[in-house]
């Protein structure tokens, strides 16, 4: 089986929609996955994931699954260094988070006194949860760290999603701490993450991705992608986000 988790198109987040730019990079996606024989399609509720996941639907004549935990994992802590309002979990700097060695073990992130105050855990065992039953009807169920083979399949589904939720669903299937692929990762509005299932031996399969981030589909239109999944390259960078 074959996930692509795809990131929405350039935001306009105070209309939870796209900009002129984000319209663009769409249309441009649809041309690629419209090629595709896809099972299924899910997206998130949230306006911009809907709106880039709108061309493809069209052009294939198609309909999506709308699933809530599929929206942004836009949980708010307290970060250290902010003490007028709170900030998304997945926004510290890295001087601060860095310090904190749970951060990067898969079974002990969670345990950071900021998350727990915000009952970070419940929401991911959530969203995983979710995923996994999604992913028991398509035929892999979950053992442990590894999937039961009950319907072994090449079939391709498609996530129309959020970067930070991205970087959850990838975190579950590989066994790693979401915090290490929210800081170390970027991918950019409109990019494909492509995610295939391994079956070496029968009925034992593991999820493993061969794609992150991709944007040729922006490229083959001479398509910069946008700035908006990243920080400044340098400080000194005054036209890039900073914060």
Excluded at 49 to 62: C, G, H, I, V, Y
Excluded at 73 to 93: A, G, N, S
Excluded at 112 to 122: G, I, L, T
Aim: proline fraction near 4%; hydrophobic fraction near 35%; aromatic fraction near 14%.
């Amino acid at each position: 089986m074959r996930l692509l988790i795809v990131r929405h198109g350039d935001p306009d987040y105070s209309i939870d929609s796209l900009t002129e730019k984000g319209w663009k990079e769409a249309e441009y996606l649809s041309e690629r996955l419209s090629k595709l024989d896809v099972k299924d399609f899910y997206v998130s509720p949230l306006g911009r994931a809907k709106d880039t996941a709108s061309f493809t639907l069209k052009k294939m004549n198609r309909t999506a699954v709308e699933c809530d935990w599929l929206r942004e994992f836009d949980v708010l802590i307290d970060r250290p260094d902010v003490t007028d309002r709170q900030k998304r979990l997945w926004d510290w700097l890295p001087q601060d988070w860095t310090q904190d060695e749970r951060f990067y073990q898969y079974d002990h992130w969670y345990e950071n006194e900021r998350f727990q105050q915000s009952d970070v855990k419940r929401y991911y065992d959530h969203v995983t949860g979710e995923f996994d039953k999604l992913l028991a009807e398509h035929g892999y169920v979950r053992e442990g760290h590894y999937y039961r083979v009950e319907k072994p399949n090449e079939d391709t589904l498609v996530f129309f999603c959020h970067f930070g939720l991205e970087c959850v669903l990838l975190a579950h299937l590989i066994g790693a701490s979401p915090m290490v692929l929210w800081h170390g990762f970027c991918a950019a509005p409109s990019s494909v993450t492509t995610v295939n299932t391994e079956e070496r031996r029968e009925g034992i399969a593991s999820f493993r991705i061969s794609a992150f981030g991709d944007v040729s589909h922006l490229y083959v239109h001479d398509e910069p992608p946008a700035f908006a999944a990243r920080f400044c390259e340098m400080y000194s960078n005054t036209d890039e986000r900073h914060d």
